[in-house]
């Protein structure tokens, strides 16, 4: 080889180095105004998106498993998510929903074989409730925050879910959700109240779906802090319920733990208790409640829930246990009927049978 094509080779040798010094620093950095991607890893790319672009059309962009990044600002939309990513906020990013009718974010597609996993974190998930006014058209229909389908997971931390018309968060089907260090208040203001049962509540969990909040408050939602009902499983720790119309609701064959949490200042009662349902309530603070603190759905506790049973009658064959309870200073008396008093005991009770 002559000493010509020798230099010639290592210059070009170089050259490719520096090329890839040159480009490594950028390799993790990508803006989605560039139709761009964050990260060399492409199994977790990450997208960067700023309020002037389309956030729909950036999680239409991503693939599975990818992070977008939100800077600060607010995204005016109605969001739809059908495959498993993660949104970041910067502590002051902020998705508004767009439409009366449908919820600020959608997450899955109902179906009953697609599995999705969404995290979302530091955002404020904000609904139309403040931006109408009592007699406008938009105040009698449904949008809630956040609807969560089929059999996709949803993951929250520290994020706000607040101001929609309808209920905050809705968990249906066999979805999944969990809500750490968060804040779910405000929700319902967008119907008459009680006219739609499913509609004015903070966290509801209907069919086979399941909750799982820990250190996240339910506050001045229109109906129902937390609702649990048909199959559904709720699970509420270290938690702050109040100022609602009712504290928690637990129907017919759901199941629920509450535990080391604060319910106080609500409308009517802190926990009612319904049908066949199943309730755990150990070391909380139960207090200044409208009613009671903690009663069963039957007549001589709760004079209108016979209403909401359409003439089929009241029956308590659920199963409550718990103890360790501070309920105190609630309007009525702190239990009804007197013989859960267990609750609010050193010892543990239940008005389960034996096994």
């Not at 989605?32 to 960067?48: F, K, P, Q, V, Y």
């Not at 729909?56 to 800077?71: C, M, N, P, W």
């Not at 739609?196 to 779906?209: H, I, T, W, Y």
């Not at 319920?241 to 733990?257: C, D, K, L, P, Y």
């Amino acid at each position: 080889m002559t000493s010509s094509a020798r230099l010639q080779r290592v210059w070009l040798v170089a050259t490719c180095v520096l090329l890839v010094l040159y480009l490594i620093p950028y390799s993790g950095e990508f803006s989605a105004a560039r139709g761009g991607i964050l990260g060399s890893d492409a199994s977790a790319r990450t997208m960067i998106v700023s309020p002037e672009q389309c956030l729909q059309s950036a999680i239409d962009r991503a693939q599975a498993g990818d992070v977008i990044s939100l800077t600060s600002g607010v995204w005016s939309e109605s969001l739809v998510l059908t495959k498993s990513l993660t949104i970041r906020g910067a502590g002051d990013s902020a998705i508004s929903g767009s439409s009366a009718i449908a919820p600020v974010i959608t997450i899955g597609d109902g179906s009953a074989s697609a599995q999705i996993i969404v995290r979302i974190s530091d955002v404020r998930i904000e609904g139309l409730a403040g931006q109408t006014t009592s007699n406008s058209a938009e105040n009698t229909c449904s949008q809630s925050g956040i609807v969560i389908q089929g059999k996709a997971v949803l993951e929250l931390n520290s994020c706000q879910v607040s101001d929609n018309l309808g209920s905050g968060v809705i968990v249906k089907d066999e979805a999944t959700f969990s809500a750490v260090d968060s804040s779910i208040h405000g929700n319902g203001g967008g119907r008459p109240f009680r006219s739609d049962l499913e509609d004015l509540d903070g966290v509801l969990v209907k069919d086979q779906g399941s909750a799982t909040l820990l250190r996240t408050s339910l506050a001045g939602n229109a109906d129902v802090g937390a609702w649990v009902r048909d199959d559904g499983t709720l699970l509420l720790e270290d938690c702050e319920i109040h100022t609602n119309f009712q504290g928690i609701e637990v129907w017919h064959r759901s199941s629920a733990t509450v535990a080391h949490c604060r319910i106080w200042d609500n409308e009517e009662n802190g926990v009612l208790i319904w049908d066949s349902a199943r309730i755990g309530v150990d070391q909380s603070v139960i207090e200044a409640n409208g009613r009671y603190g903690v009663a069963l759905a039957r007549t001589d506790c709760c004079s209108y829930c016979d209403s909401h049973k359409e003439g089929e009658g009241l029956a308590f064959t659920g199963c409550l246990s718990g103890g360790g309870n501070q309920i105190t200073g609630n309007g009525v008396s702190p239990v009804c009927p007197a013989s859960i008093g267990f609750l609010s005991s050193g010892a543990r009770g239940t008005t389960c049978p034996p096994p």
